[in-house]
């Protein structure tokens, strides 16, 4: 199957209502619809070591360049901001793309304070160890225990998962090792913490290009 452009599910993420427990979420699966997604796995960048990786120091086909435009642009943006009651028509924003899952990978934390809403979108096909829960974010009751969760996305199908950030956003997932493709969208907050992310994201971006070239 060709596909030029993808056709998000910005309609499923406007009316799907914000889930309270264990802080506010959004979940859609299918967001990508999925003949499209399996045209999008097909052309993912190549990506052999953990790690996060800004769009410029990958070689990206224009359907994967096509997805990154649409989720930074503006259509995304004022969804969130409405559902959440957000003012986000000025936060900064910053990408990031994963292809492999590490050891270390899944530590339960909250993100930074520097980034006021996280939003993720899982490029995955169904696996076994998905099956077994293996990888698959958890969003948890407390900072302790992976175990003691709440609610459960597996990393498939196209799953589009936001939320804002807080003392309390504790997530995580078990330990898994291998493929596992997500875009990482955060709005930023506009302080010295956000603009110092942002740099040493810019940094990144031209130390890992240059690593690939190499």
Avoid at 73 to 97: N, V, Y
Wanted: proline share 8%.
């Amino acid at each position: 199957m060709t596909v030029a452009a993808l056709n998000l599910d910005f309609a499923a993420l406007t009316a799907k209502p914000v889930e309270k427990t264990p802080f506010p979420h959004v979940a859609v699966e299918h967001f990508i619809p999925q003949d499209e997604l399996a045209a999008l796995q097909t052309s993912l960048p190549q990506i052999a070591s953990g790690g996060s990786f800004p769009p410029e120091a990958l070689t990206l086909t224009p359907l994967m360049q096509n997805l990154i435009t649409q989720l930074e642009g503006p259509e995304l943006r004022k969804i969130i901001a409405r559902k959440f009651s957000l003012d986000l028509d000025d936060a900064p924003t910053m990408l990031t793309i994963r292809g492999r899952t590490r050891e270390k990978d899944g530590r339960i934390h909250c993100d930074s304070t520097a980034k006021r809403v996280t939003v993720l979108l899982y490029l995955n096909p169904p696996s076994a160890a998905f099956e077994r829960q293996e990888g698959c974010l958890r969003l948890l009751n407390g900072p302790d225990d992976v175990e003691d969760f709440a609610v459960e996305v597996p990393p498939v199908n196209g799953t589009l998962l936001v939320f804002p950030n807080g003392p309390t956003t504790w997530h995580g997932h078990r330990q898994y090792v291998g493929p596992r493709y997500t875009i990482q969208l955060n709005y930023m907050e506009a302080g010295a913490k956000a603009r110092s992310e942002l740099r040493r994201h810019k940094l990144s971006a031209l130390a890992k290009k240059f690593s690939f070239a190499a």
